[in-house]
């Protein structure tokens, strides 16, 4: 039997991290095993299902790469994928069960018949768990008199209005999409059972279930929009690489046996599988994740690294295209774990007038005979017969021993000279970058104030 997972959204929000991962899961599940990987919209709530909300999962979706291959946009053999658009099939699934006798009208609404005997979910992830959903259901606790009370345990599949409840159109649906395997959060552990009731109504074999344990906050409480990493597109904007994000998701509930956690896409595709998912649930670690992000940059290759840093140089008013920018980014590599981090590490390579941070100068000033030993650079610089990394450290070693001091004692108000700060990327690559001219004129500049 071929592999057919799905990602189910209700687009009446953003796109979550928790949704997302889910989206992982199912997309790594089908790519490993040489599946198909659908995308149904489950937009039965009408008041509350909106485009807006469909387009922000949409793009969330394509960012991360996560591409359907059947879907909206898309299309495939098992549409409409909308499951508004879908009333006609699920017309035609209740008038199976009206002919079996498992449902009937109850006060203008449809009810099924839950049978009395024990449901077991034979979850891949959180193993057995049995349930009676005629005695499960038959008392509810009444939030108003604060009592137990009798309840009718049958489920409700069609509203008055005529509107379909989500159990039913999700199962009716994983039946007509001839779904194999059903990955989703353990919030819907729950409901599997009377979604097994339903399908052994329609005398289907359910697919294959696993429910994947919550993603919490680092507080341990479920995670809100409002935690930090909790919405897709934040992480575009603050300079996420969506490989990153999926490596990162995918470690949020998931792990390989030898405890690897960096890797690439065609690695994570090969080595995800659901024996690996944790039984436990995850938090959520914005630091981890930027770690993540981290090492993937540095594995970028230069002209990825290009690629993905332009639209942040261009924001943050650098010159994308000058001809030091690939230079600059491989600087950047071990200074910044995001893409929005690099601006900060190079900007000083293509400005023309320093900005000088005042702690920074402030340490410089407080040294002994500075005016000399920034003349003493400066013109060990001027006389350097190449300008290479060997040449320019060699210079600046002999200029330290002529005004008898280390090599350190000048990094430092060389650094601050050129690059205005303490911080920022590796020196002396900078120095070669800008070349001979530009750093005497700099250091020059700088000088003055010490003169
Ligand atoms: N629309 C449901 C949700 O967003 C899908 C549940 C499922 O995956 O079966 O939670």
Known sequence: MSVRTRFAPSPTGFLHIGGARTALYNWLYAKHHGGSFVLRVEDTDAERSTKASMQVILDGLKWLGLDWDEGPGVGGDFGPYHQSERVEIYDRYLAKLEASGHVYEDEGAIRFRVPDKLITVHDEICGDVSTNLKEQGSRRFNTETNEEEEANPDIVIKRPNGGYIFHFVNVVDDIEMGISHVIRGEDHLSNTPKHLALFEAFGVTPPTFAHIPLNLNPSGTKMSKRDQGALIHEYQESGFLPAAVNNYMALLGWSAKDDQEIFLPEELQSRFDLGGINKSNSKFDYDKCKWVNGEHLRQLSSTDLQDWAGPFLTRAGLPAGDA???????????????????????????????????????????????????????????????????????TITEAAQGVGVKMGALMLPCRVGVMGSTSGADLVPVLVLLGKPEVIRRLQEFSSQFG
């Not at 491989?330 to 941070?357: C, G, K, M």
């Not at 000399?372 to 017969?385: I, W, Y």
């Open 324 to 394: 030091r920018v690939p230079a600059a980014l491989e600087l950047s590599r071990e200074r910044a774990q995001l893409l929005s981090e690099i601006p900060d590490v190079i900007a000083t390579i293509f400005e023309t007038v320093v900005t000088y941070d005042e702690t920074s100068v402030a340490k410089v000033a407080s040294q002994d005979d500075i005016a000399n030993k920034l003349s003493a650079l400066t013109s060990g610089l001027e006389g350097a017969e190449s300008w290479d990394e060997v040449a320019i450290k060699s």
